[in-house]
């Protein structure tokens, strides 16, 4: 990623940290994400990391870290999540959204090896990412998607390389927020996503969602 990138494809969002924020809210229930080490793996612009530094030690890693984001004052490492030098310390939680989609498979394999590695043991890895099942026909609308995932594909990677698949949802939230009118009060944005999390079924669902845990040693 690059700064042409964050302008052209990442554009920032309101309607992104709002639905991080109920996110969240819904995994508390699965995984107790709030106490201990937490590392965002491809960060990105930081919603995901903002919310997650209001309640727990967060630390944010991407290859390209946006210059605004440096500002922040959070924990940032600029580095590849293929480079498992960089990553220093252990964590509890381990985040990874819309990540390896964007790595060949091969970058992938050394991706989850090193999550496996820093995990604490009985860690968790929580991964958000597209779903080709339900948005194949807008996954490579995203030119940097190099690999190509299913709910059941990933959960069968992930058992492959150590983890043990907690919790799976298919099809959890749109493929995008880049349709959501910014014009949205952001209260009223967040009682739709609230809603929209408790649907049993998920109208233009295109994003899976995976809790997965290393195996306690």
Same mark, same amino acid.
């Given at each position: 990623?690059?700064q ?8 920032a969002s ?7 924020? $109920? +996110? !969240?809210?819904? @995994? #508390?229930?699965?995984?107790?994400w709030h106490?201990? =080490?937490v590392?965002d793996a491809g960060c990105?612009?930081? $919603? +995901? !990391?903002?919310c @997650? #530094? ?7 890693? =991407?290859?390209f ?5 440096k500002?922040?004052?959070y924990n940032?490492?600029?580095s590849s ?13 381990v ?5 390896l ?6 970058q992938v394999?050394v ?25 194949y ?8 998607h190099?690999?190509i995932?299913?709910?059941?594909s990933?959960s ?19 493929y ?25 079924y ?16």
């Amino acid at each position: 990623m690059n700064q042409d990138y964050f302008e052209v494809h990442l554009l920032a969002s309101k309607s992104r940290l709002v639905a991080w924020e $109920e +996110l !969240l809210g819904f @995994l #508390a229930r699965f995984i107790n994400w709030h106490e201990g =080490d937490v590392l965002d793996a491809g960060c990105g612009r930081g $919603e +995901l !990391l903002s919310c @997650l #530094a209001k309640s727990t030690r967060a630390t944010g890693l =991407d290859l390209f870290v946006d210059p605004k984001l440096k500002k922040s004052g959070y924990n940032l490492i600029e580095s590849s999540v293929t480079s498992l030098d960089a990553i220093s310390g252990t964590f509890d939680v381990v985040f990874a959204s819309n990540l390896l989609e964007h790595l060949t498979m091969e970058q992938v394999d050394v991706a989850l090896s090193n999550f496996n590695n820093v995990l604490n043991s009985g860690g968790h890895l929580v991964i958000l990412q597209p779903n080709f099942r339900y948005a194949y026909k807008n996954y490579f609308d995203d030119y940097t998607h190099k690999s190509i995932f299913t709910d059941k594909s990933l959960s069968r990677l992930l058992q492959a390389n150590g983890f043990s698949i907690l919790k799976i949802w298919p099809a959890i939230l749109p493929y995008s927020v880049e349709s959501v009118p910014s014009k949205i009060p952001t209260r009223v944005l967040r009682l739709l996503i609230r809603i929209y999390l408790k649907l049993p079924y998920k109208p233009f669902a295109g994003q899976m969602l995976i809790i997965a845990s290393k195996y306690e040693e």
